[in-house]
């Protein structure tokens, strides 16, 4: 078949089983789509150190009362950054990276749908994300109003407004294309046979989260334009002044800001829905009725933004429609927790890395669902709001909730990737410390809400010291823990004992038929589907 | 490789400019296939899609435009 010069001395096996170019082209150009997996993910590290970097800033200047670390001006850069960059840069690039490296593995396509975009999506996230950071260097600093970007607080941001508005949007393009493809791919390039109701968790779990990113990264971007020409060109869309209305933007950003949540905790359901069966040995208990939470959720999350603005001044039927609102949310997550430990229930089990995470999800994430409700009790957020209890609320399910899962994904899936498995002990003693960290670093913050200490401040008054204490001593060991996890990824990626095909025991699925490392590209023809 | 299953993969079907010259099959073999193939389908889909989140990206500012 193949006609042409082998002007390499590549080996070319039978027909056009090509490997990758050599060299850096072959990242630049890649249109494969593993390729493009290991960039998005390798890039959410990146961010992940960054982003962390930045906490840590955050909690040394709160480990006691006064100024000691940074400015305020600077402190409130680090909150507003960090949480843009965990949020656009880790959490969310580390699932699409997932999603490259798996979905059409998962579903027997011989790539994703639009390859050529791929890599264009890809590569908007490091431009837009130098960009951003830029900002910190730019005349009045990067943005400082939080990542919520409220007017009129966000317009007095200095040199760096337009080039934030631009970030954002170079983001929001890059995930609008991401969702694109992956829609494309699940609906158009499933193998005969690979029907929907079929698809691993993680594809469905990743199909709803798509649309959702679909209908509201434009809102987002939408609504940062409306910013720019209420800045630049005159418009008074948020400017009372001028007739328009500050709490509109609100409106607008929690329409974008709460499916936006769940844009991060949908796909990390997937991960554990895939993960608990293949250590509990059992399949999953609920197949189809995890599918249907899954979408309950994603459609609830349209109709509860304003739970975010409780204290705005709504009008009691807004109250109460979203207070029941988002209460209703929690009975589909309930079928989820219900259907992961009946999953458990009488297994086989076994307490390998992945699984130790996944656990420590299903544990961890639901506290995060319990303060959620109590924040959803619109008198009780009057108390609440805008104090730290929101901020352990939202770590709790952010990080031992989509964090942690990304993490059980690595692992779980970095035999498969790499061909090796990872150090073993190193990843029990990753897991430990870290899941030890996190409750140090957050389960105070809960105390320091109640209490009513604010969010978003560099100072606080004395009878908070000891809680915020106990609470960066947590966050520089959760930290430090993180470079046992890098370590140990280098450290696969190079070398290590060599990983099975099916890796797992217990592990079910298409990509685990196909070897380890899988070759550069897989199921051109169609695999068998019993 | 099956051309009809692997249509919509540009690189499974021409040489890229980063890959070793391999000459697969005829650089239109995906193209032969007829109207309701795979690519065809993947074209359509990515089309709605992206109408999709232009409707969304527009639709509010002009709603805020109108209202306010
Ligand atoms: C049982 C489900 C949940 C309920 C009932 C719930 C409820 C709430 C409420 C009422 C608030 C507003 C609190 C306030 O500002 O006073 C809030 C904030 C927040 N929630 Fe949740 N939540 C749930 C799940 C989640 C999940 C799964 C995530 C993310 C993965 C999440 C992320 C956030 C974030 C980031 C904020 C704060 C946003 C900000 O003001 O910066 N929540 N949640
Ligand atoms: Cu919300």
Known sequence: MSTASHTTDHGHDHDHDHGPARGL?????????????????????????????????????????????????????MTTLHALVMIFGAVMPAFVGLANWLIPMMVGAPDMALPRMNNWSFWIMPFAFTLLLSTLFMPGGGPAGGWTLYPPLVLQTGSAFPFVILAVHMMGASSIMGAINIIATILNLRAPGMTLMKMPLFVWTWL??????????PVLAGTVTMLLTDKFFGTSFFNAAGGGDPVMFQHIFWFFGHPEVYIMILPAFGVISQIIPTFARKPLFGYASMV?????????????????MFTVGMPLAGELFFMYATMLIAVPTGVKVFNWVSTMWRGAMTFETPMLFAIAFVILFTIGGFSGLMLAIAPADFQYHDTYFVVAHFHYVLVPGAVFSIMAAA????????????????GKLHFWLSVIGVNVLFFPQHFLGLAGMPRRIPDYALQFTEFNMVSTVGAFLFGFSQLFFLYNVIQTIRGGAKATDQVWE??????????SPPPYHTFTTAPEIK | MDPEFAATVPHLHHRARNQVSVQAEPKNAAKSVGANDRAARVGRTAFALAVLAAVFYAGFILMMAVSS
């Open chain 1, 292 to 308: 249907y939470a899954t979408a309950s959720i994603a459609f609830l999350s349209f109709i509860v933004w304003a739970h975010h």
């Open chain 1, 25 to 77: 082209s072959r990242w630049i150009l890649t249109t494969n789509h593993k390729d493009i997996g290991t960039l998005y993910l390798l890039f959410s590290l990146a961010m992940f150190f960054v982003g962390g970097a930045m906490a840590l800033v955050i909690r040394a200047e709160l480990f006691e009362p006064g100024l000691q670390v940074v400015d305020p001006h600077f402190f409130n850069q």
């Open chain 1, 411 to 426: 692992y779980y899936w970095l035999p498969k990737w790499t061909g090796h498995m990872y150090n073993e002990k190193l």
């Open chain 1, 208 to 217: 709803i989260t798509a649309f959702l990113l679909i209908a509201v990264m």
């Open chain 1, 506 to 515: 217990g592990a079910e699925g298409l990509e685990w038929t196909l070897s």
